[in-house]
């Protein structure tokens, strides 16, 4: 009761008409009672250690102190890791709980420079390791006493590896690969961690040997000294300067002159270079597929969190701001009661369940592959690299429409970084592609001939509206078969509300696609709209209910609008006045500049 | 010669084979020769005197720093106007030419704190004070004896000018107005300058006398003590905090706890009240109107800007960026090839044209109807401000998806900071509405009866498209029309590429919404698909010689992508290096945080 007293009146009375249980909701969502009550378990435990609170927010702070707060975060989350692993001997599930999803961008808002320390060194050396070279390197990156980062990407090269420049040249006199950057194009740049944090990187790098190329190759190069973390001769490395978002992850370059790593430092469990220099060819590249594929589902996962974040925050602002005048003479309406932010609001939604739903599906699909694969069969290999990487692009775009979106219908104090919006939108955007490396991905599996790229490039922009339907019809089977499965056992206030989502999310993207729908008539688009505007006003009383549901809690949503309390205007002061030019009545610029200025003087 | 030798190569060749004259479209553009070099003249100017150079990079500094170096900035380039006024007795034109547009905005890329002072303190004065308070305030202000803003939108209200909350009410004993804020919604939030900056602002306050509510009514407060800066008895002032973009421009929240000001600090020109505290009512609003038109058709302008540098920086790097294969064993092709590339850049190109044109229509139909307003004719003043209105609002948002399409198009280095992109979109996100809100505009002026209300909102998804549809029918007709008027003595090569560009603008815009176009068949789609696309064809060598022709100079363009000499590589290190994370081989955070972790002593 006396926590109700707090909740903003127009709050309360959204959850009071909602038609169907929260709790059932965010117990289906979680997987079960047990694992809602571990996730909060694990979310007490982290939190209750305040590594997230901070002094000033991030958002004032200088580039410099921005990375340096980050370091700071990224190593006491660490260390309580540690600790938590010893004192309460917790598993590797509440490692990766801590590590990744909604509850380590609570505590990193805006990315952490140790990730890839995690995501990609260790599962390299995993992956591409022969036993001996695991045995040595995971331990040692296990452990911390080193910290890894992985290069691929270059300055003037992207997703098309085959046009990398960086070379490692084998030298059999000394047994030791040379690493060289040839150019300024050829600089590894992007890589998280690798400016100040990392001093191991793996590289990847054309291999050369008996003076023949054989392709891109990983490599394992110490950066900077294990002790003075000063960089080693011929190691230019750095950062890549301010971005967008992610500026606590360290984004760096690295350029080599001439640097000799011994032979062992080429992870050769698939090709190797003997001592004399002789290449032994890989057998398969299934496992680079592996990695991909865990980390394009990982990322489907991560923009389902952020879109519910967003829908979060936008659909409780709605239920708390009034604006305008519906009908003269009446008060200003909740800006929930507009069909227009209905619309946007529950497409994001049910957008949440059909990318989480989705994604379960491939990571089931993944899993069965991954089961052909001991057993020799890699036929269905290709069809789900395409897969994961059509739909990753697909979700990541559609992500950072919906967040983006979300601030826009949050009106200008959407535009405030208090809002939580921004930065997420900076997070999202990130993880964006340009949809057509994927239709090359997906088309080169079906090319019949030589004049057929030409003929791909002037038909590219149809061609991309076609592999788009594609995947948009993929999600909307996954998401309506999937759901059907989910509510077998769910109550029919819970079922109901569930699949009005589903039709609402098949609906919208008919009428979004008329044009693709060739045997459509007028009659039937005034239908399809009848329905979806009915739909709208069925799912209105639930929308705070369903957000309610994703159950994230204010210290992870972090947003001065959408806190469960729905005291939007309170927060937003509170907030402001964290600003440390609000520490001082008068900024010195007066007294050096503006009054200078006033009187003639400067 | 010497010149050419440093341009990228890729783009010398493009440049080589451009059809038309760039300079005869830069000065078509410019509206003649004259003005082209008149245009060059003001900005070697003002660039020479380096205001706009920075010793570190803005997007390096704590949000603090932001403000007080764009104070600096603001300073210096008013003290420089005044010295240029008084050396050269340039005209008021200059004075224009220096704060808005490319220039103001290249010298205070993230906004100025006095921008509101100019554009809306010193029009309101003009606008809505008496002959007498024109002549008391308008010198103080143009002589920045003082410095004012504007203070309408509140903390819980916006555009809704009716719910506005702060109220001024009249005290006949002592002939002064009490202006009080009666709640925390009633603050005044979001002027830009009211933080720190400002010392006056004019205040939109809900008038009562007589214990009469008269509306929303213009006064002058004093905020800040002349001489001290400190804020007066009553003021609660201070800034709102960070928001995604405009950290330049210091926008502030304001309290009052009955702060009394003069009787004659209400501006007076329309309504007044006299000392007994009788209102006497307004005899027009046309003024108003006025303002607000201004303020709109110049913001068009500055949406072309932003357009024509995100265009430019875009199309000049896919000129030097080459990616993936088309033809296996080809070299890599310019990203300009790609027919995906080449359609997302030739749409921005075409849009800038368009709404370009379309803000110079507009502003002469204001003018004619100005002229007719002076003769007492008010007819068509409902009308243009709609117009206006729905236009903002279509620019805006469409400024928004080219300036992050071509942030997309760069791929990663479009995320950093030094392309410039992200900083843009923080701009013109800034001024998007809902475009809901200018369909309520519109259709107040069709409304038949008291249920239409309900009827709007249910079907107001349909409305808005509908409306949208009508905004661009007149884009389109209105760059049809201007287009062939300006093309009329324009040479064949120039005037056959004008042409194609509103092709390109129609086609484009009739694929986007074959929804709408119900007497569409198939085949009507398919012969528009194969329009566009060779028009794309058709366009494509002339892709650099049309942003070249926006003649944005390199110190205006700010960004290491899209500089006139194509050196991306070069730039994006040479930016990298400015960053003071790269001052120091070694962050202290190594010593305080990573090398503990690592050994387990944190």
Redesign the interface.
């Known amino acids: 009761m006396s926590q109700t007293k707090s909740v903003n009146i127009d709050l309360q009375r959204e959850r009071d008409k909602c038609t169907f249980s929260v709790t059932e909701l965010t117990h289906l969502l979680d997987g079960g009672p047990q694992n809602t009550e571990e996730r909060k378990k694990i979310e007490d435990m982290v939190l209750k250690e305040g590594i997230h609170n901070e002094d000033i927010?991030s958002?004032?702070?200088?580039?410099?102190?921005k990375?340096?707060q980050s370091?700071?975060k990224a190593?006491?989350l660490?260390?309580m890791i540690r600790r938590l692993q010893e004192e309460e001997n917790t598993g590797m599930e509440n490692y990766r709980a801590v590590l990744s999803g909604m509850l380590g961008s609570a505590i990193l808002q805006d990315g952490s420079p140790l990730t890839l320390h995690y995501v990609m060194f260790i599962p390299t050396l995993m992956g591409q390791g022969t036993v001996e070279q695991q045995a040595y390197w995971i331990g040692r990156a296990f452990n911390?006493?080193?910290?890894g980062t992985y290069a691929q990407?270059e300055?003037?090269?992207?997703?098309?590896i085959?046009?990398l420049e960086t070379t490692a040249t084998y030298d059999p006199a000394t047994k030791e690969f040379v690493l060289h950057s040839p150019t300024?194009?050829s600089?590894k740049?992007?890589p998280g961690g690798l400016?100040?944090?990392a001093n191991y990187c793996i590289v990847m790098a054309q291999l050369y040997t008996k003076g023949q190329c054989h392709g891109i190759h990983p490599f394992v190069v110490q950066l900077?000294d294990e002790d003075?973390?000063?960089?080693l001769p011929g190691i230019k490395v750095?950062?890549?300067?301010?971005?967008?978002?992610m500026n606590g992850t360290n984004n760096g370059?690295l350029g080599f002159d001439h640097v000799r790593i011994p032979r062992d430092h080429m992870l050769m469990k698939n090709s190797k270079v003997l001592e004399d220099g002789t290449y032994v060819n890989a057998p398969s590249s299934k496992l680079t597929y592996g990695t991909m594929m865990f980390v394009r589902v990982m990322l489907v996962y991560d923009m389902c969190n952020y879109m519910a974040k967003a829908v979060t925050i936008a659909t409780r602002y709605s239920a708390v701001?009034?604006?305008?005048?519906?009908?003269p003479n009446e008060p200003?309406p909740q800006i929930l009661?507009?069909?227009?932010q209905q619309?946007k609001l529950l497409i994001g939604i049910s957008s949440v369940h059909a990318f989480r739903l989705s994604a379960q599906w491939l990571w089931n699909m993944y899993n069965n592959v991954t089961a052909e694969l001991d057993a020799g069969e890699m036929e269905r290999l290709p069809e789900l690299h395409a897969l994961s990487c059509c739909l990753k692009a697909v979700v990541t775009a559609d992500a950072a429409e919906c967040v983006e979106r979300c601030r826009?219908?949050c009106?200008?104090h959407g535009?405030?970084?208090?809002s939580s919006l921004?930065l997420m939108y900076?997070l999202v955007?990130?993880a964006?592609t340009?949809v057509?490396?994927c239709v090359?991905a997906i088309e080169q599996r079906q090319k019949t001939g030589?004049a057929y790229?030409?003929a791909?490039?002037?038909?590219?922009?149809?061609l991309?509206s076609a592999s788009e339907a594609h995947c948009r019809a993929i999600l909307m089977s996954s998401y309506y078969e999937e759901t059907q499965t989910l509510v077998q056992d769910a109550s029919d206030p819970l079922k109901k509300v569930l699949l009005q989502l589903v039709d609402l999310y098949v609906v919208y993207w008919a009428?979004q696609r008329?044009?693709d729908l060739?045997s459509i008539c007028?009659r039937d688009?005034e239908h399809l709209?009848a329905w979806?505007?009915s739909l709208l006003?069925q799912l209105r009383p639930n929308a705070v209910g369903l957000v309610d549901a994703f159950d994230i809690r204010d210290e992870i949503l972090h947003s001065a609008l959408g806190s469960y309390d729905g005291r939007v205007?309170?927060r937003?002061?509170e907030?402001?006045?964290?600003?440390?030019?609000?520490k001082e009545?008068?900024?010195?610029?007066?007294h050096?500049?503006?009054?200078?200025?006033?009187r003639?003087k400067?």
């Open positions: 927010p958002e004032y702070l200088s580039h410099k102190e990375y340096e370091v700071k190593c006491l660490f260390k911390l006493d080193i910290i990407t300055l003037g090269h992207g997703t098309f085959r046009g300024l194009t600089y740049w992007w400016a100040h944090t900077r003075t973390h000063m960089p750095g950062e890549i300067g301010a971005k967008l978002g370059f701001r009034h604006q305008s005048q519906l009908k200003e009661d507009y069909v227009t619309h826009l219908a009106g200008g535009y405030m970084l208090a921004p900076g955007s990130a964006c340009k057509s490396q090359a030589m790229e030409d791909w490039n002037l038909t590219s922009v149809q991309i009428l008329v044009g060739t007028e688009v709209q979806y505007e006003t205007y309170e937003l002061m907030e402001a006045l964290k600003s440390p030019l609000n009545p008068v900024n010195e610029s007066f050096k500049y503006l009054k200078p200025l006033m003639g400067l």
